[in-house]
């Protein structure tokens, strides 16, 4: 066996026993077995924010693989003044909003369509997770998923992000101002107006 062989079947055991801070490090000085592993530690949580925040396995998977080029190439810039993971979600998030606000611009596709058999409800053709339901429920289920739709439509990418984070991720108010660089308060704010507004568009089903 060469030596540089050798040097590469012992790389991979000594990069898994690296701690996080060590590992940062060693990317910052162009290790990419050290940013690989960097990856596998926080892909999972990364792309299920992005689901969590565009609905859309298509754009959670551009946005995820987005967010860790992005991280690639601006790791020099961490300096350690917060958590690799708030600093990661800080761009995973800008991303999926830079994602929402261009779906605002192209406008979303509407949940009727027409067809030469009349209008159909396209949330009525998603496949049943239990086809032997009660057929009630499963209406009145159909109904709730296209009233949330409708209401985080009617929320702007910053409140849908908010929401999303506070309700889907449950994070703190104050650990979400510190991922999107704004404070606590803000957060707050903004979380109680996307609030106001779902409850608007939902009416008697909160």
């Known amino acids: 066996m060469t030596p540089n062989a050798a040097a590469l079947e012992t790389a991979g055991p000594v990069v898994e026993r690296m701690e996080e801070t060590d590992l940062i490090r060693a990317v910052q000085h162009g290790d990419r077995d050290a940013f690989e592993l960097l990856v596998r530690k926080h892909d999972q949580s990364v792309l299920r924010l ?6 859309s396995p298509e754009d959670a998977r ?12 601006n790791i020099h810039l961490f300096r350690f003044d917060c958590s690799f993971h708030t600093w990661l979600y800080r761009i995973a998030t800008n991303i999926c909003l830079d994602h929402l606000r261009k779906r605002k611009i192209r406008r979303e596709e509407p949940a009727v369509v ?12 998603a496949e049943e997770e239990r086809p032997s339901a009660d057929p009630e429920r499963s209406f009145r289920n159909r ?4 009233k949330i739709a409708e209401a985080l439509r009617q929320l702007t990418p910053r409140e849908r ?6 309700h889907n991720r449950g994070m703190r108010l104050r650990a979400i101002g510190a991922t999107l660089g704004t404070s606590e308060e803000a957060a707050k704010n903004c979380l109680f107006r996307a609030t106001q507004k779902m409850r608007g568009v939902l009416g008697d089903y909160v």
Not at 50 to 55: T, W
Not at 114 to 125: E, K, S, V
Not at 143 to 146: E, F, H, P, V
């Open 50 to 55: 992005a689901m969590n925040l565009l609905r």
């Open 62 to 73: 551009d946005a995820y693989q987005e967010a860790f080029l992005r991280v690639y190439k």
């Open 114 to 125: 027409d067809t030469l058999d009349g209008q159909i409800n396209r949330l009525d053709l």
């Open 143 to 146: 109904q709730l998923k296209a």
């Open 161 to 166: 992000v908010v929401f999303e984070l506070r």
